[in-house]
């Protein structure tokens, strides 16, 4: 069994600056637990944008707080997202986050394959 709260795992310095500087990311549950999964949580300030894509990973969200446009950047296709909203990407989902909520847009992100923890987006804007 393993117990950890949001504030220990921010105490511990698992708080990383990811997307370029567009957001950041607490790491909860990493590859290294042994999980078979990872959970991570993303925040994003008001107007900030975000273009992702997890090729070699699928990615489960679910909205913990704040509002965001999610547009899929292949169909062109725009969901707006909120508080309790799940949102699940893949390896060929290039997507386009938009935070619009006064507060931070914040979001609980499961990885299947699980992350190492140290990933931030690279020059694709993929892990």
Request: proline letters at 3%; glycine letters at 8%.
């Amino acid at each position: 069994m393993l117990i950890r709260t949001m504030g220990d795992v921010e105490a511990a310095g698992r708080t990383i600056i990811i997307n370029h500087g567009a957001a950041s990311a607490v790491r909860l549950l990493l590859k290294a637990d042994n999980a078979g999964f990872s959970v991570s949580e993303a925040r994003m300030r008001t107007g900030t944008v975000a273009n992702l894509w997890y090729k070699n990973h699928w990615e489960a969200n679910y909205v913990r707080s704040g509002t965001a446009v999610l547009e899929d950047m292949v169909a062109g296709r725009h969901w707006n997202l909120k508080t309790g909203d799940l949102y699940l990407v893949g390896p060929t989902d290039r997507h386009r986050m938009t935070a619009t909520s006064p507060e931070v847009f914040r979001v609980v992100s499961v990885f299947n394959p699980p992350i190492a923890g140290n990933e931030t987006h690279d020059a694709d804007n993929a892990y």
